[in-house]
């Protein structure tokens, strides 16, 4: 660790020389450096690390270290297309994207709309709307942050900012799309700032994407507010190869009224973390919180969920499912938190799994922390294979195991991506949830009865086109 | 078509099939009778090739193959269909999308070309005529918050839809009303013609008003203990389950 540390003073004492950052950054990276420097990388002894370490990740002890880059500008600009191959396109979005840690653009850091609603580079956005941004920007508790937080405010690059203005409804869905592509080992940190304003409403989707990448790490800090009665549906996908790290630090302020609906997918990932902190700050507002894995090899995912019911009369739902395969892992740490005064509360939370070999190593952690005595709070968790029964019942009709077992599974991702709203994504991750699984989560080889047509095979899941 | 010879069967080493014998020719309808208990749905589980079951003794033959040879799916394949007492709920998977699956991976087995979206969909069409299926039905999840009747119902709508050389129905008028024992038994029949065969497993006569069988067959202990033609039901339903008890418990004596 002392090797990757002093790479992290070297890349601190650099990312100050650089001056095209607008954002008031030099404090901030003061503050974030001395507090990496007490906390250091968490490490497997700490309560919310046990269940897997990513210092071991990011320093393999049984390999020699190789210093960690970042890339201290924008790429020079290229037409779009030639680089960002994502599989979600064509969903009716509006895309900006980032590459290695910038805000990739051509001579246009802000997208200002008519409307009012401005979409672009933090750094430029602080350049011009420095009160607003500043607002909003970093209001992160101290007390709770740990070194990776410390690490992304120490050497954090460029993010998206969006404002939606009061009593706007934003029609089409924004797109972020972060991307990797390089063939060095990249650390990348991005602080995103969202903020919907009074009355208004956003679609955002958001894909983390990795094209070639070698060993990178990503250390992401997202904040999004919502004013008084705004809607935002935040759509994650995250499909990164097997090498990468990605860590995503969500914090979720919500004021009265307001609704959060998020959806978390994770199809293909080396490590990821999402941790999701949601801040119920004022009655009536309502969190639906949710998210679908599926990995394999060794691959692993870890959904730390964190609720936070401040205030009476609000309510919080989580649901997320994952099926591992081969030796991958999977975490769902689910914390509802609700305070003393925080009455007529409502919080849910369900997490559902299926382990497909005896290797697959899940574990899921429900939590609840309640100090108020009238709620409804409830949660449920389950780790389990896919239901005999049901197998039994569907090769008896002729289908082979491994499509009954396609049939199974599909059944259960899909009920997480039917909660997505924007019709075309929610198409396209079906389709992707069903090549995820008839690609990669199936081993034929284990296939033991005598499976009519393992070339050929005719499970053909088409829903859309055959509603009559 | 179907031979079963001195089948034995258990389950955790509980005997439950004691050596049952019965053929079943094309063109055929048997019954099988007998009080609960008696193993009527492990015979039919067994044919199905539920794993839980072990067969100690004896073989079962369709269509000249040795069943116990065949996967699950490949014995639907074959066209064995059994219409289960206790039809398993799947959430997620519609039934569309569950029949397409099968039907194409039937027809595959068979060198067929599988049914195109908009073939498939008349078919679909067709057969839900037969059981007087609402169409919202087929788009819902199998079995899904079904209740008893709307799952028999699915049991004979797959079975036309599958269209089986020889249908095993297991219990599938219980709980249903006159009209709904109606739908099933014309879904039934429909299917009769001299290639196909069945098996009607029912605890009541009243079924065998609308399908007459050619043979009634009473499993009494894991043994079918007499065999008849159809009026051989209406005597068990006249007599009650206690006659076939004192003469099976007589039969039994004079035996040793
Ligand atoms: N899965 C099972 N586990 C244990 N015992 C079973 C199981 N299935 C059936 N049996 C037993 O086998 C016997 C016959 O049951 P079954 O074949 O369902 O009878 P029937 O259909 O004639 O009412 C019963 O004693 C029942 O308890
Ligand atoms: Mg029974």
Redesign the pocket.
């Known amino acids: 660790m002392e090797r990757f540390n002093q790479t992290i003073e070297e890349l601190y004492r650099e990312m100050i020389q650089i001056d095209s950052l607008q954002i008031p950054c030099r404090e901030l990276r003061d503050q974030g450096m001395a507090l990496f420097r007490e906390k250091g990388i968490p490490h497997g002894k700490m309560e919310k690390w046990r269940h897997k370490a990513i210092d071991t990740l990011l320093v393999k002890p049984d390999q020699p270290f190789k210093p960690y880059l970042i890339q201290t500008e924008p790429s020079p600009y290229q037409p779009i297309d030639q680089v960002f191959k994502c599989e979600i396109k064509n969903i009716g979005t509006i895309s900006y994207h980032l590459l290695n840690g910038w805000y990739i653009h051509q001579n246009k850091p802000l997208d200002i709309r008519d409307n009012g609603v401005i979409v672009g580079s933090i750094n430029a956005a602080y350049q011009q709307f420095p009160e607003l941004v500043s607002h909003y920007f970093n209001q992160l508790d101290p007390e709770k942050q740990d070194g990776l937080i410390a690490l992304n405010q120490a050497l954090f690059t460029d993010g998206i900012f969006i404002y939606v203005p009061d009593n706007v409804v934003v029609e089409t869905p924004i797109q972020i799309v972060s991307l990797v592509d390089t063939l060095q080992k990249l650390m990348i940190q991005h602080h995103h700032l969202v903020i919907v304003g009074k009355n208004s409403q956003l679609s955002l989707v958001h894909c983390n994407d990795s094209v070639h990448e070698e060993n990178s790490f990503i250390n992401n800090i997202l904040e999004i507010n919502l004013e008084a009665n705004a809607q935002l549906h935040y759509y994650k996908m995250e499909n990164k190869d097997a090498q990468s790290i990605l860590v995503n630090n969500t914090f979720v302020n919500q004021a009265a009224d307001s609704r959060f609906t998020s959806n978390m997918i994770t199809f293909n990932c080396g490590y990821v973390r999402n941790s999701l902190e949601v801040h119920l700050k004022e009655e009536g507002s309502d969190a639906n919180l949710y998210g679908l894995y599926l990995v394999d090899r060794k691959q692993y995912i870890d959904n730390q969920v964190n609720v936070i019911h401040h205030v009476p009369h609000c309510t919080s739902n989580q649901i997320y499912k994952g099926i591992a395969d081969d030796e991958a892992g999977a975490n769902f740490s689910g914390h509802i938190y609700v305070a003393k005064d925080a009455q007529q509360t409502a919080a849910y939370q369900i997490n559902r799994n299926i382990a497909l070999t005896d290797e697959a190593k899940i574990t899921t952690r429900p939590f609840l922390e309640i100090y108020a005595d009238d709620v409804k709070c409830s949660h449920g968790a389950t780790i389990g294979q896919l239901d005999e029964n049901a197998m039994f019942y569907l090769r008896t009709r002729g289908i082979c195991l491994r499509n009954a077992r396609m049939l199974l599974m599909f059944a259960f991702a899909n009920e997480i991506a039917n909660l997505v709203l924007i019709e075309k994504l929610r198409e396209r991750l079906n389709d992707m949830i069903k090549r995820r699984l008839s690609g990669e989560l199936t081993i034929c080889d284990q296939c033991m009865m005598n499976c009519a047509d393992k070339e050929n095979l005719i499970y053909d899941i088409d829903t859309t086109r055959l509603r009559s | 078509m179907l031979k079963i010879q001195n089948l034995h069967v258990s389950?955790?080493g509980k005997e439950?099939l004691k050596g049952v014998n019965l053929e079943v020719k094309r063109g055929e309808v048997h019954a099988i009778m007998?009080p609960?208990?008696?193993?009527?749905?492990?015979l039919a589980s067994v044919i199905a090739g539920k794993e839980?079951f072990d067969v100690t003794e004896g073989s079962i033959t369709y269509k000249d193959k040795n069943i116990f040879d065949l996967s699950i799916e490949d014995r639907a394949r074959e066209g064995i269909f059994i219409g289960f007492q206790y039809p398993v709920e799947i959430p997620g998977v519609s039934i569309t999308n569950f029949m397409r699956t099968a039907l194409n991976e039937i027809r595959a087995y068979r060198g067929l070309e599988p049914l195109g979206a908009a073939q498939f969909l008349r078919l679909m069409e067709e057969k839900k005529k037969i059981v007087e299926l609402q169409s919202k039905l087929s788009e819902r999840s199998v079995n899904e918050g079904f209740s008893g009747g709307e799952k028999k119902k699915n049991e004979i709508f797959q079975m036309a839809v599958l269209e089986p050389e020889l249908a095993i129905l297991d219990e599938t008028d219980s709980g249903l009303d006159i009209d709904a024992l109606r739908v099933v038994a014309n879904g039934v029949n429909q299917l009769r013609n001299p290639e196909n065969a069945a098996i009607v497993i029912t605890h009541y006569q009243r079924l065998l008003d609308y399908i007459i069988p050619d043979f009634v067959h009473i499993l009494f202990d894991g043994k079918i203990v007499k065999s008849g033609p159809k009026e051989l039901a209406m005597e068990l339903e006249e007599k009650g389950y206690d006659w076939i008890k004192s003469e099976y418990e007589q039969s039994k004596l004079i035996g040793k």
Do not use: A, Q
């Open positions: 389950i955790h439950i007998g609960n208990g008696t193993g009527k749905s492990t839980i």
